[in-house]
T-cell receptor, first 117, second 113 residues
Framework: GAVVSQHPSRVICKSGTSVKIECRSL??????MFWYRQFPKKSLMLMAT?????????EQGVEKDKFLINHASLTLSTLTVTSAHPEDSSFYICSASPSGRTYYEQYFGPGTRLTVT | AQSVAQPEDQVNVAEGNPLTVKCTYS??????LFWYVQYPNRGLQFLLKYITGDNLVKGSYGFEAEFNKSQTSFHLKKPSALVSDSALYFCAVRPYNNNDMRFGAGTRLTVKP
């Protein structure tokens, strides 16, 4: 149980285009999902906390107009990188915390490798 | 705000030897502590957690970690390393009252045959 999927696993796009990444909790409902960014050989940087039915909470320094987050249902959150530039190339990882019962750990998706050319 | 320090970027051990990956933390109140492992181009896999109870926590793949409140540490250990344990290991902490999890910088473990 507690599986989180991400789609796509890998995407290459041209500079100036937008890319949408989906994060789904497959066998549980998640009121809260998290989006992280990971640079090569670096740790995870929390970008934003996504709450179902409300606006995401962004970490300091993360442009909310650049990284649009939508959490429209209890099993799906999307991250859209708008007007992508090569510096947006990174590994994006989502995680989800099950709602309803007391869970402690976050369950992570497999990640999405974004390359902007 | 909470934070995690993993003082070693790299840990090298020989197969069959014990391994330790260090982690210290800072958080207000009681900590929830976690270890995750990441293989190349993959997401994070949960290894173990400390919430409350026994200070020695046993997790997946023979790993264990000891919570030491006085030293604010949560070092990851394994009695006998395997080559397949080679990966990137992350320690994480969050406060007991919210989901704001912070990760250490990661430690790359290399186990040589």
């Amino acid at each position: 149980g507690a599986v989180v999927s991400q789609h796509p696993s890998r995407v290459i796009c041209k500079s100036g285009t937008s890319v949408k990444i989906e994060c789904r909790s497959l066998d549980f409902q998640a009121t809260t999902m998290f989006w992280y960014r990971q640079f090569p050989k670096k740790s995870l940087m929390l970008m934003a906390t996504s709450n179902e039915g409300s606006k995401a909470t962004y970490e300091q320094g993360v442009e909310k107009d650049k990284f649009l987050i939508n959490h429209a249902s209890l099993t799906l959150s999307t991250l859209t990188v708008t007007s992508a530039h090569p510096e947006d190339s990174s590994f994006y990882i989502c995680s989800a915390s099950p709602s309803g019962r007391t869970y402690y750990e976050q369950y992570f998706g497999p990640g999405t490798r974004l390359t902007v050319t | 705000a909470q934070s995690v320090a993993q003082p070693e970027d790299q840990v090298n051990v020989a197969e069959g030897n014990p391994l330790t990956v260090k982690c210290t933390y800072s958080v207000s109140g009681n900590p929830y502590l976690f270890w995750y492992v990441q293989y190349p181009n993959r997401g994070l896999q949960f290894l173990l957690k400390y919430i409350t109870g026994d200070n020695l926590v046993k997790g997946s793949y023979g790993f264990e970690a000891e919570f030491n409140k006085s030293q604010t540490s949560f070092h990851l250990k394994k009695p006998s390393a395997l080559v397949s344990d080679s990966a990137l290991y992350f320690c994480a902490v969050r406060p007991y009252n919210n989901n704001d999890m912070r990760f250490g910088a990661g430690t790359r473990l290399t186990v040589k045959p």
